[in-house]
């Protein structure tokens, strides 16, 4: 074993899940333990997850934590190592596990503060014999975590955040420096201070020994104004502490092999087949590409953008399919968009994980035009299944989708079409790019070939890690 790594996060799959960061907290240990290094995953005992307790052990306690008693249970759960912060007074709501029905939780800051000092105290003293060489802690729920490793005293351990969305922030007021116990010595502007309050990211993104996001253009992007939504001096700052490691898919279960009709890049009978079967399922009947979107409908999902330019994708012949859910505005357009092309377009809103692979499996393209986007899977899982990506040049679409040009072309490399900036016109020209290599078989064929042989699994993201805490501990 090349050594240990404690992960922070507030979710992780197969237990908790309101996004992306989940899916990389979940798959991190199994990837990472395939180059040698054991990681074991702190997460929070909300409502649904407490049943898990009873198979797991206590091992470490805390009395007065931030309102009540807080107990961390240890045990191997779903091929995870597993540690559970089981503090009722925090955790143990109806709701998400940032809200419920009436907003965010008037108590996140301590709710995540308890997370984090936990995790601080986990790899400064150890439990049940284990103590980690690394910390690594995970957006803004984590944030605290080297802080208070930096703060309490950190040993021999190092610490790395990772930024998954920086337009979350963990904000708090700066009444509750001494509640989160924080030392105010700390509150200044090259401190803890953020616009006369505080931020559990930036706590982070100051005290760690490695600032990491999911892209190497989204690190990039950070220290940019429009990106970094205020925290882009912070960064800039560090910025030869800062890198980007893309995430990456988990393969066999994003898998065409795998599916109801199989296919490979050798065999691709069977994606034929397979959007005979969608279109035939939503009453489609599409001449030309078959394009998704499969999405969270939101303008920074560039989802504004589809009114003004399907219509002429339809009149070139292509067709969409649309799943998501999001603004109740946007959900009334792209309903809109259904309405005034039947048997072209189709949507439903909401989100079926079935459905979903249903649809990466039939379609041709998949529609990803973000504003902006820390790594994205979306297009990931489009490249796995030859549903040729078209994507916005930006953040980690910008680095896993070669774009179709003259040089990419001649060079036999392109997987999708890329387009910049994010606005109508841009992606518009897409759209005819795309109807355009559809048109040309043999082209699209060798697209599509090219995309399903682009590696999307978690091996080199894994290597990256390991290397990355390797150097940390030299």
């Not at 240990?4 to 960061?21: D, H, I, M, N, Q």
């Not at 279960?253 to 005979?276: L, Q, T, Y």
């Not at 070669?402 to 392109?414: D, E, N």
């Not at 043999?442 to 090219?450: P, R």
């Amino acid at each position: 074993m090349k050594g240990r790594v404690l992960s922070v996060a507030s979710e992780c799959v197969p237990f908790v899940k309101t996004g992306g960061l989940a899916d990389v907290v979940g798959a991190l240990p199994q990837a990472l333990a395939a180059v040698g290094w054991e990681m074991k995953v702190l997460i929070p005992a909300y409502r649904a997850l407490r049943p898990l307790l009873e198979k797991m052990d206590a091992v470490l306690h805390e009395s007065g934590l931030f309102g009540g008693d807080g107990t961390v249970y240890a045990g191997r759960v779903e091929g995870i190592d597993l540690l559970v912060l089981d503090a009722p007074h925090l955790y143990d709501r109806d709701g998400g596990p940032y809200g419920g029905p009436g907003g965010d939780w008037w108590d996140n800051p301590q709710r995540f503060a308890a997370l984090s000092w936990m995790g601080a105290r986990i790899a400064r003293e150890g439990i049940a014999g284990w103590r980690p060489d690394v910390l690594h802690a995970h957006d803004w729920q984590g944030g605290f975590a080297p802080a208070y490793l930096a703060y309490q005293g950190a040993g021999a351990v190092k610490s790395v955040i990772t930024v998954h969305n920086i337009a979350f922030q963990g904000w708090a007021p700066s009444s509750l420096m001494t509640e989160l116990r924080l030392p105010a010595a700390q509150f200044h502007p090259a401190g803890l201070e953020y616009y006369g309050g505080l931020s559990s990211l930036k706590a982070g993104l100051v005290t760690a020994d490695w600032i990491t996001t999911v892209s190497p253009t989204y690190a990039a992007e950070l220290m940019r104004p429009e990106f970094g939504m205020g925290l882009q001096g912070v960064i800039a700052a560090r910025s030869a502490r800062v890198s980007g490691i893309l995430n990456g898919v988990d393969t066999a279960i994003w898998s065409p092999e795998a599916e109801a009709v199989p296919f490979s890049v050798k065999a691709m009978a069977g994606k034929a087949e397979a959007r005979a079967t969608l279109c035939a399922d939503f009453g489609l009947d599409v001449p030309g590409p078959l394009a998704i979107v499969v999405s969270r409908l939101t303008d920074q999902k560039g989802i504004d953008l589809l009114p003004h330019v399907v219509p002429e994708f339809i009149a070139a012949g292509g067709g969409l399919i649309v799943l998501g859910s999001g603004d109740p505005a946007l959900e009334a357009a792209v309903r809109g968009l259904a309405d005034d092309h039947p048997g072209r377009v189709a949507v439903r809103i909401g989100y079926n994980e079935a459905l979903s692979h249903q649809m990466f499996a039939g379609a041709d393209a998949v529609l990803v035009p973000s504003r902006f986007e820390p790594c994205g899977l979306t297009q990931m899982y489009g490249l796995r299944y030859g549903t040729v990506p078209v994507v916005a040049a930006t953040g980690g679409l910008a680095d896993t989708v070669i774009g179709v040009s003259p040089a990419t072309l001649a060079a036999g490399v392109a997987t999708g079409v890329v387009f910049h900036p994010t606005d109508a016109l841009a992606f518009g020209q897409a759209l005819t790019k795309l109807v355009e290599v559809y048109g040309q078989p043999k082209l699209w064929a060798q697209v599509q070939k090219n995309a399903m042989m682009h590696p999307v699994g978690w091996e080199t993201s894994a290597a990256a890690y390991a290397a990355l805490y390797g150097r940390l501990l030299a």
